[in-house]
């Protein structure tokens, strides 16, 4: 596994790239990405400063979205914070670079 994610990566909107996802990882690309017509996406926003927006496809196809914070945490442990008390979720990141992130499932 090579070194120490660099945080500077993470901080964009990232978009699920479903149709690049293996049976161990789920592909992110940048919002800004050409990504060929979907239902639905789900994504998050990490902002430099540790917020966090998360969105995706919910009941009746509406995008459904909730706030809240996140870190980096050790070398590769992407930490998820709702902003609902006790809600939060650990990715790990397989590898990161401005244009994809792939975190395992």
Known sequence: MAGKIDSQYLAQHWVHSHEEDSDKEMVFRPATFKFPPSRGRSSFDLKPDGSLAESGPG?????????????LEGDRNLVLQ?????????????SADRNRLVIKK
């Open 82 to 94: 709702s902003s609902a008390p006790g809600e939060s979720r650990v990715l790990q990141i397989a």
């Open 59 to 71: 009941p009746a196809d509406r995008t459904q979205s909730t706030a809240g914070k996140w870190r």
